[in-house]
């Protein structure tokens, strides 16, 4: 099978369509770049729908919880070469890690919006003079909070991991 990468190899939307569907039913790939060639297609062209296959199927199975190793042997036994399947999983968890760093960056957002609010909310309670238990109590709670999600996001950013069990980023928008 061809290791070559997506480029600005031109390819028909009727041909992707046609790797797509049969990728879908569950054929080997081997067989699939097969029948591409059979229709015309250059080794090249052949390769762009192969590699996304491969790349958002190693997505998809990441991102629901799937280990490398599973992912890695259930594409090598559709007949993807080692070399397509490493690169593309290794890229797949890159860009998993990176949509991770994001949710971070967020998290740390939301946090020290959290923090600030809850501070300017202890300020005002302070400068009245007022003692609104209620108020105080809703005010540090934020703070705390607010706290913990900058924590929780430091955490993302730096290690490009989310804490969930095992290794479902379903949630995570790639």
Known sequence: MSDASEGNVGIRKVDRKFAAQL?????????VE????????????????LNEFVFNY??????????????EAELLARGAS?????????????????AVRKAGLQNVCIGLASVLLGGFGVAMM????????????????????????????????VTGWGGETEHDLSHIDI
Request: proline letters at 5%; aromatic letters at 4%; one cysteine or more.
């Open 23 to 31: 990728l879908k039913k569950g054929e080997a790939l081997p067989d």
């Open 34 to 49: 097969r029948k591409l060639l059979a229709r015309g297609l250059s080794p090249e062209q052949v390769a762009v729908p």
């Open 58 to 71: 190693a997505i998809q199975r990441l991102r629901s919880g799937g280990r490398s190793a599973d992912v």
């Open 82 to 98: 080692p070399r397509m399947v490493e690169l593309n999983i290794r890229e797949a968890r890159r860009a998993i890690r990176a």
């Open 126 to 157: 302070v400068s009245t003079k007022s003692s609104h238990g209620r108020f105080g109590a809703v005010a540090v709670g934020a703070i705390v909070l607010g706290a913990g999600i900058v924590c929780y996001g430091v955490y993302q950013i």
